[in-house]
């Protein structure tokens, strides 16, 4: 999400930080290790120009112009990710991975017009050539998320899909990163709004600092990128996937997509039923077009994953737990801070005199909801404000949330994530005064959470994409030429478990989409490692083995 004040569309909807798990594990040695990348000489895509080429299809793509659908991806050893994507993960790409940009059209109802460079990641199988199955296509969520960046951060995890005979591949979405990356406000900007952020406007001469913000902000979006925002939507972006799909050779797209990487794949087995192939889907968005229930959801998600850490918290950590030993009451110590931060912001050792506002203390606090594995740094971050009076591991949390590195870079996730949302509905949303009437409503699901997620109630607002250039995203796929495998997990804040039933009806039932439910905490299950996850996913991608429907695991 951007600042509180300034009202993103679902502000919280599937957003993925990454390598939430692993890479809070590190967090504090990533924000000393990050060094400065040079990319000065970089094609988009982060790929030095090469006259080396990899075989392209040999079979033209209907209704596409040759130049595209016969191209050749010439493929380089990856730099490092440039800032736009994202060099809060720490990871550069080893040496087995590659990287190349496809050309795509910018508009598909004019294909021989402009177009745009999608950058590409891969790392070829160690399988033997008689095993491969063909690429295994990833999406992580956002929408934002840059695949280039984050991919290699998980090259454990996905090792014996690549063993298995795949070839991981990922990219960065039209709109993210280095694919014609949209990009509104600079660092500095950026960080000038946050230190403003004293928490949810509550006065009218708030609210007329929170427009002028908003008016601000989408001038300067329409400004920096106004032609490209028409072409960032969901729709397009797996136009894109088949174009990429098509170039690779293969015959189906093999895919994984997580969080908001769900949504993007649900439309892929919409607009390409006959192409799907191996496809999982996990931490799945759900796909209600109702603005208060998805936010609703998400309210509950987030309270309840704050619930579980804070009666975690109070059996483990005892008389040391931040919030007490009452988890009842452990929610009010959290509204407390945040209300004294609003008046009082807390001093860090930033180098750029950044203080620990309401705002970003509240971004800290939601990033560790992600992975239960992550609370410790929660106890951590609330104890140094406790005892120390500081607030510099909530404010590195908030940095790694928000894609700030430690040169004070950002990448463009949060401006990805509200140009796709508003392109795929700009006309979402209410009135502030109509998101004004459910504030109630929203504070009894969390009254930790529930006023600032009311604000993504607001929807879009005055967003310069109009309705009519738009495509709303649509799921229904029941001729999909495979299963394509839901994975939710009960305990999930960003894509709450309820919402995977909703998807799987929107696909086409359980026999198109059955689904994989996984009892357990965090944002995503494939990734807690959990054995029977881990195998039933895997024995589907790499064997074509479809679980039954209802299958649990946890």
Known sequence: MKNVKTRTPFAHRGRRPGRAAAALAAVAAVALLVGACTND???PG?????????????ESYEGLPDAIGLQELSWETCQEPTPIQGTGTGTAPGEDWECSTLTVPLDYDEPDGGTIGIALIRA????????????LVFNFGGPGASGVATLPAFEGEYE???????DLVSFDPRGVGESAGVVCLDAEAVDEQQQEDTGPPETAAELAEADAQDAA???????????????????????????????????RLHYFGISYGTQLGAVYAHLF??????????????????????????????????DHYLADCAEHEGADCPTGTDPAAGGAVITDLLDSLEDAPLPTSDPDGRELTSGLAMTGILSTLYSEEAWQYLTQGLQEVTLQGTGNLLLLLADFYNGRDSQGRYSNQGDAFTAIQCADD?????????????????????PVFGEMMMWGLTGCGDWPVPAAETERPEYGAPDAASPVLLVATTGDPATPYEGAARMQEAIGGPDVAPLLSYDGEGHSAYTTGDECVVGTVNAHLLEGTVPEDGTRCG
Do not use: K, W
Not at 48 to 57: F, K, L
Not at 124 to 135: F, L, M
Not at 160 to 166: E, M, N, S, V
Not at 434 to 439: I, K, L, T
């Open 273 to 306: 039923p006959g192409t799907v192939g191996r496809t999982v889907l996990d931490a799945v968005v759900d796909p209600s077009p109702d603005v208060l229930t998805q936010v609703g959801l998400q309210t509950e998600g987030f309270q309840l994953a704050l």
């Open 426 to 446: 700009p006309a979402s949303g209410m009135s502030v005064e109509e998101a004004r009437e459910h504030e109630d409503e929203l504070l009894a699901l969390s």
């Open 217 to 251: 902000y989408i001038a300067a979006c329409e400004r920096n990128a106004g032609d490209l925002l028409p072409h960032v939507s969901t729709a397009n972006a797996a136009r894109d996937m088949d174009v990429l799909r098509h170039v690779l050779g293969d015959a």
């Open 124 to 135: 070829a199988t160690t399988a033997p050539a008689d095993e491969r199955i063909g690429s």
């Open 41 to 43: 000489t970089l094609r």
């Open 160 to 166: 014996a899909l690549r063993d298995g005979g795949y």
């Open 46 to 58: 982060g790929v030095r120009p090469t006259d080396a080429a990899s075989t392209g299809s040999t």
